[in-house]
């Protein structure tokens, strides 16, 4: 299904946090970049009574469809403040009485991109992903763009965006999807690569030029195609040799947005959020897209 398709077009799944009020910001640009609707979504779990013991409520209580309302108003001042006098979206608000992440997951379906904070309210520490996200990072059917509120500042406009590239399936999704960010934008890639997930150390007859030019072939192999396709997309390749996180939260700090795979090389069947991409994920203060390569 083509962007134009999905109704939902840019999702921004909203609960009233700062981290929330970021996702806003951001999904608004994201939406009138890529000339797509933009829907702010605000789930709201249902109430478990005593007694039965386990029944939900059928309908969703006055208090918490106010409450609910002035979330979702909060979202769209927030909204509305990021658009300004620009050519606005179409804008969508829904309000779906549902446990949260699946709602989400399912709503994910039918959209281009699901756009969340880091951390939603109750979250329990910089470190820790909300419950929500990391939910949609594994189960989401269309890319996650995981978004920080304690960013120092925005990040600048005119930086490029970096790549994590492995080889991988979800590789793969996350280079066509990091090439059309970079155009869109009128930007650099910056496409990183570590030939080793591992930390390692100088062994002696080690040969690193045969592992660097190893390296950058894959790296050439690749980009190639996607760099024909989006000729106007300058890139720039980086090569390291181990612990590709790190290499790319220190890259990071001079990138507007991140781009990776869901799960890379180590990767096996059933595991569907790699530890780089998760790392990154919560680490990194500039947004980071997960995609998926499925």
Same mark, same amino acid.
């Given at each position: 299904?083509?962007?134009?398709?999905?109704?939902?077009?840019?999702?921004?799944?909203?609960?009233? /946090?700062?981290?929330?009020?970021?996702?806003?910001?951001?999904?608004?640009?994201?939406?009138?970049?890529? &000339?797509?609707?933009?829907?702010?979504?605000?789930?709201?779990?249902?109430?478990?009574?005593?007694?039965?013991?386990?029944?939900?409520?059928?309908?969703?209580?006055?208090?918490?469809?106010?409450?609910?309302?002035?979330?979702?108003?909060? %979202? @769209?001042?927030?909204? /509305?403040?990021?658009? *300004?006098?620009?050519?606005?979206?179409?804008?969508? $608000?829904? $309000?779906?009485? /549902?446990?949260?992440?699946? #709602?989400?997951?399912?709503?994910?379906?039918?959209?281009?991109?699901? +756009?969340? =904070?880091?951390q939603g309210l109750?979250?329990? *520490?910089?470190?820790?992903? *909300?419950?929500?996200?990391?939910?949609?990072?594994? &189960?989401?059917?269309?890319?996650?763009?995981?978004? @920080?509120?304690? =960013?120092? %500042?925005?990040?600048?406009?005119?930086?490029?965006?970096?790549?994590?590239?492995?080889?991988?399936?979800?590789?793969? %999704? #996350?280079?066509a999807l990091a090439?059309?960010?970079?155009?869109?934008?009128?930007?650099?890639?910056?496409?990183? &690569?570590?030939?080793?997930?591992?930390?390692?150390?100088? $062994?002696?007859?080690?040969?690193?030029?045969?592992?660097?030019?190893?390296?950058?072939?894959?790296?050439?192999?690749?980009?190639?195609?996607?760099?024909?396709?989006?000729?106007?997309?300058?890139?720039?390749?980086?090569?390291?040799?181990?612990?590709? /996180?790190?290499?790319?939260?220190?890259?990071?700090?001079?990138?507007?947005? +991140?781009?990776?795979?869901? @799960?890379?090389?180590? =990767?096996?069947?059933? $595991?569907?959020?790699?530890?780089?991409?998760? &790392?990154?994920?919560?680490?990194?203060?500039?947004?980071?897209?997960?995609?998926? =390569?499925?």
């Amino acid at each position: 299904m083509s962007e134009t398709t999905k109704k939902y077009g840019t999702v921004v799944c909203v609960d009233g /946090s700062a981290a929330s009020d970021a996702a806003v910001a951001w999904g608004a640009g994201d939406a009138a970049m890529r &000339h797509t609707p933009i829907t702010l979504i605000h789930a709201v779990p249902p109430i478990v009574v005593g007694w039965p013991v386990g029944q939900l409520y059928d309908e969703m209580p006055e208090w918490q469809k106010e409450a609910g309302q002035e979330v979702v108003e909060r %979202a @769209h001042k927030t909204l /509305s403040a990021r658009l *300004g006098e620009t050519e606005s979206p179409k804008v969508r $608000m829904e $309000m779906v009485y /549902s446990n949260v992440a699946p #709602a989400l997951i399912e709503a994910s379906k039918d959209a281009s991109i699901m +756009v969340v =904070g880091s951390q939603g309210l109750g979250a329990l *520490g910089r470190l820790l992903l *909300g419950s929500v996200t990391a939910a949609l990072l594994h &189960h989401a059917h269309c890319p996650v763009a995981v978004i @920080h509120s304690d =960013g120092d %500042a925005a990040p600048d406009s005119t930086a490029p965006v970096l790549l994590g590239v492995d080889g991988s399936p979800a590789s793969e %999704a #996350a280079t066509a999807l990091a090439f059309d960010e970079a155009s869109r934008r009128g930007v650099a890639l910056v496409a990183l &690569h570590a030939w080793s997930d591992v930390g390692v150390f100088p $062994m002696l007859g080690m040969d690193w030029r045969d592992s660097e030019a190893r390296g950058l072939e894959i790296l050439a192999e690749r980009l190639a195609g996607w760099q024909e396709q989006y000729a106007d997309v300058h890139v720039k390749r980086v090569l390291c040799c181990d612990q590709p /996180s790190r290499w790319l939260l220190d890259e990071s700090q001079r990138a507007q947005l +991140v781009v990776v795979g869901s @799960h890379g090389r180590g =990767g096996f069947v059933g $595991m569907l959020l790699g530890s780089v991409s998760s &790392h990154v994920a919560q680490t990194a203060t500039v947004p980071v897209i997960v995609v998926r =390569g499925d």
